[in-house]
T-cell receptor
Framework: DAEITQSPRHKITETGRQVTLACHQT?????MFWYRQDLGHGLRLIHY???????NKGEVSDGYSVSRSNTEDLPLTLESAASSQTSVYFC???????????FGPGTRLTVT | KNEVEQSPQNLTAQEGEFITINCSYS?????LHWLQQHPGGGIVSLFM???GKKKHGRLIATINIQEKHSSLHITASHPRDSAVYIC???????????FGTGTRLQVFP
């Protein structure tokens, strides 16, 4: 069965370190999204991609980057982790811009 | 003011009760989504609708475009319905989603 996975599921890192969160989908979807979820906020869009070599900034993109070298993967990199980036991160994909999005299980990141 | 507001923020119910969760939005949209997030954290899509009403099992979602309001109803609620229910809108002329902060539902036996 097709699926979307994230790794690691839990990560603790120190301030200033570079961290990469992986997202892999086997739906063959063109569209992929990264969100963060924090108490008191709805899910907020960090970056998104509509296809290979396409990346776009979302509403909270500062301090994050993504690259899309193939259809299946959209890794999210925190260039220099900050405590404000402690959050739960969700990756999602969709086959069409107006279709529903399928979400990964989430990665809980703690920056100490 | 948030562009997507949900009410109530928290809801408790006894098994068997009829549940209503509300979502109001202040922007032009092309579609509205209802999502469910279980205590383990996973998020699944329940409905995507742009008009009228949709039903899936004990879940019913309605939308009134003129009033910019949607409701999610759960009939004959069960403890396994305990979750956070999230409303999200897709803005007109774009494909991005804006999410509400969610409604936490607890159903007790």
């Amino acid at each position: 069965d097709a699926e979307i996975t994230q790794s690691p599921r839990h990560k603790i890192t120190e301030t200033g370190r570079q961290v990469t969160l992986a997202c892999h989908q086997t739906w063959n979807h063109n569209n992929m999204f990264w969100y963060r979820q924090d108490l008191g906020h709805g899910l907020r869009l960090i970056h998104y991609s509509y296809g290979v070599h396409d990346t776009n900034k979302g509403e909270v993109s500062d301090g994050y980057s993504v690259s899309r070298s193939n259809t299946e993967d959209l890794p999210l990199t925190l260039e220099s982790a900050a405590s404000s980036q402690t959050s739960v991160y969700f990756c999602a994909s969709s086959g069409n811009r107006v279709y529903e999005q399928y979400f990964g299980p989430g990665t809980r990141l703690t920056v100490t | 003011k948030n562009e997507v507001e949900q009410s109530p923020q928290n809801l408790t119910a006894q098994e068997g009760e009829f549940i209503t969760i509300n979502c109001s939005y202040s922007v032009g949209i092309s579609a509205l989504h209802w999502l469910q997030q279980h205590p383990g954290g996973g998020i699944v899509s329940l409905f995507m609708l742009s008009s009228g009403k949709k039903k899936h099992g004990r879940l019913i979602a309605t939308i009134n475009i003129q009033e910019k309001h949607s409701s999610l109803h759960i009939t004959a609620s069960h403890p396994r319905d305990s979750a956070v229910y999230i409303c999200a809108v897709r803005l007109s002329n774009t494909d991005k989603l804006i999410f509400g902060t969610g409604t936490r539902l607890q159903v007790f036996p």
